[in-house]
Nanobody
Framework: QVQLVESGGGLVQAGGSLRLSCVAS????????VGWFRQAPGKEREFVAY????????YYTGSVKGRFTISRDNAKNTVYLQMNSLKPEDTAVYYC?????????????????WGQGTQVTVSS
């Protein structure tokens, strides 16, 4: 069992930055791929970024490429999502998720554990 806790959300003006953290407890975190997803009001939960446990491969959805950076510190059981140049359309609840899969990590069903989410609000 893995427990995930997100933090770092908040209210920021357009163009600003936030860094989200996802802290894991339970099993060996280094053997889990971690993804970030977000859900805006009235919309489906969508993929944002992932970092694989094999080789640290990472991938971003197109709308955040060049603005968001995912990284992990296995010693701290933590995955980060650095978000720069934030836009109002980035407003959502952000969730981290963990799983042992190594392929198709943009799919929600590839993850076994989810955090409770952290709210990010970007004002224009």
């Amino acid at each position: 069992q893995v427990q995930l806790v997100e933090s770092g959300g908040g209210l920021v003006q357009a163009g600003g930055s936030l860094r989200l953290s996802c802290v894991a407890s339970g099993r060996t975190f280094s053997s889990y791929s971690v993804g970030w997803f977000r859900q805006a009001p009235g919309k489906e939960r969508e993929f944002v970024a992932y970092i694989s446990w094999i080789g640290g491969a990472y991938y971003y959805t197109g709308s955040v490429k060049g603005r968001f950076t995912i990284s992990r510190d296995n010693a701290k059981n933590t995955v980060y999502l650095q978000m720069n140049s934030l836009k109002p359309e980035d407003t959502a609840v952000y969730y981290c998720a963990a799983g042992t899969a190594t392929m198709r990590l943009s799919l929600r069903e590839k993850y076994d554990y989810w955090g409770q989410g952290t709210q990010v609000t970007v004002s224009s």
